[in-house]
């Protein structure tokens, strides 16, 4: 039986240039429950959890814990408040011991100041013994499977006392038999009083281990329900009720041959017996929830990512592309999700990010004809509308929208045929949202293909010709643009349907 409320958040607001991510939210937590965050890639989770956890500040709103309303001043305040968060990408230092990394920074020491291990093992012991797991505290991190390490870090978590838990995506690197461990950890946890409040994609596992859930969607709380009062087809209208309006641009399809084609490509970590194919003039949108290996497929293809099998065409030529160098040499460009640390030279003009992959033709004996490198430029600012003062203004001066477009500009000078355009419009206003689709557009109608990966369900619906969903590095789905609806891309997305 659940008992009383432990953690109020009453109307919580945090903006962040151009993005609202949470808007007035509420939500209430209950001593020894389960509850499940829910909703899309952007949605607002890791923005609540980062709030709870002291990493953000909130701009408006309460948090009430325990009864009393509190102002969570940073990571440790967070965690001496009782709170404690467990991330996907786990917080471990891979070569200290298992007690060294559960008292790291509150270490136990002898009366000389030397750092008594004994005690720390020990004690170790008594919160290991407490979740009924059989680690050896001696052991190093990195001696551990993702599994047990998880279960470090919940002993971390309640060796500082921790009576609410943040779990966010943890059984996304699990097998299904470490999974019912965890869950076996959860049911303890709940019995003695600790709350959890706990972030997944995976549908099935919400009816297994949560009492209650919430969904969030664009920033709100959509709705709040009992596990018994719900079921997997309302949460997932509660997470996609959107309607397509006028904020794309149509589209003149004229879909050509084949240019890609990917045959049962696999790596051990991200993706299973890929196929699929692309054809010139189209867009193809690949769309999965975080975990799923798009951006890895889309990285492995362009050779970033090592390939352990399986074939890829260009062209109906068979190519081995074992490095961007090499996907770039078949036409291949790749506009990175994190276009400021991967996709730009920020602290370089615009004149130098645009030429910077085909230096081959505006170079002779490998000196740069600086006059063409203009000329190429002011080509591209023209063509795409670049918002600039100039060829030689710095690229982090330019506003999110233009330095995307400098990106573009940047492959198509290299002469490129097969775009992949990672979250294209990530952090970007509407405006230049729209200049960006039709400059998609324009791409396709002249012969070129694009596959686009996003987390927006409505920019994968209003730009693509054809749809991809992944899940658990697999293609579990294909849509034509008519057949595609929301809910049918989300259930695929969730797993929920495995394509045969």
């Not at 009453?10 to 429950?33: C, F, H, M, R, W």
């Not at 948090?63 to 991330?87: A, C, K, M, T, W």
């Not at 991809?468 to 797993?495: D, H, N, P």
Request: hydrophobic share 40%.
């Amino acid at each position: 039986m659940l008992g009383e409320e432990v953690l109020i958040l009453n109307n919580i607001t945090k903006k962040y240039p151009g993005v609202l991510a949470l808007d007035n939210v509420s939500l209430k937590i209950l001593q020894g429950e389960v509850h499940i965050l829910l909703g899309e890639n952007g949605a607002g989770k890791s923005t609540l959890v980062k709030i709870l956890s002291g990493a953000h500040k909130m701009d408006s709103g309460s948090i009430n814990l325990f009864g009393n309303e509190i102002n969570i001043n940073g990571p440790r305040h967070s965690q001496e408040l009782g709170i404690g968060v467990i991330y996907q990408e786990l917080n471990l230092i891979p070569h200290l011991t298992v007690a060294e990394n559960i008292f790291l920074g509150r270490e136990f020491t002898h009366l000389s100041g030397v750092i008594d291990s004994r005690k720390m093992i020990k004690e170790s012991q008594k919160i290991l013994k407490k979740l009924k797991v059989d680690i050896d505290p001696t052991r190093t991190i990195n001696e551990l499977g993702i599994a047990y390490q998880q279960m470090v870090e919940v002993a971390k978590a309640l060796s500082l006392n921790a009576k609410i838990l943040v779990m966010d995506e943890p059984t996304s690197a699990l097998t299904e038999k470490e999974i019912k461990e965890l869950f076996s950890i959860i049911k303890l946890l709940k019995q003695q009083g600790v709350s959890i409040i706990f972030i997944s994609h995976r549908l099935e596992e919400l009816f297994e281990i949560g009492d209650s859930v919430t969904v969030l969607r664009d920033g709100l709380n959509v709705g709040t329900r009992s596990i018994c009062d719900t079921n997997r087809d309302d949460l997932i209208k509660l997470m996609v009720n959107r309607e397509i309006k006028d904020l794309f641009p149509s589209r003149r399809i004229t879909i050509g041959q084949e240019i890609l084609r990917v045959e049962k490509l696999s790596n051990s970590n991200f993706a299973e017996d890929i196929d699929f194919t692309l054809y010139k003039g189209e867009v193809l949108g690949l769309y999965g929830l975080l975990g799923s290996g798009r951006t890895e497929l889309a990285k492995a293809i362009f050779g970033v990512d090592n390939i352990d099998g399986g074939e890829i065409f260009v062209d109906g030529e068979k190519v081995n592309i074992s490095s961007p160098v090499h996907a770039i040499k078949n036409r291949i460009g790749f506009l990175t999700e994190d276009r400021k640390s991967q996709g730009l030279v920020l602290n370089l003009p615009i004149k130098n990010n645009i030429t910077l992959t085909n230096l081959n033709e505006i170079s002779k004996l490998g000196i740069v004809n600086r006059k063409k490198e203009v000329q190429v430029t002011e080509k591209y600012i023209d063509e795409l509308n670049i918002k600039t003062t100039g060829p030689d203004q710095i690229a982090r001066n330019l506003s999110g929208g233009n330095q995307q477009k400098v990106v573009i500009s940047k492959w198509l000078c290299s002469q490129v045929k097969i775009f992949f355009f990672d979250e294209p419009t990530r952090g970007i206003d509407v405006g230049a949202k729209l200049e960006i689709y039709e400059l998609m557009n324009k791409l396709a109608y002249e012969g070129s293909a694009i596959i686009l990966i996003s987390s927006d369900l409505l920019e994968i619906l209003g730009m693509s010709d054809r749809i991809l969903v992944m899940s658990e590095g697999r293609i579990t789905a294909e849509f034509s643009r008519e057949e595609a609806t929301q809910e049918k891309i989300m259930k695929y997305a969730l797993g929920e349907i495995h394509a045969a």
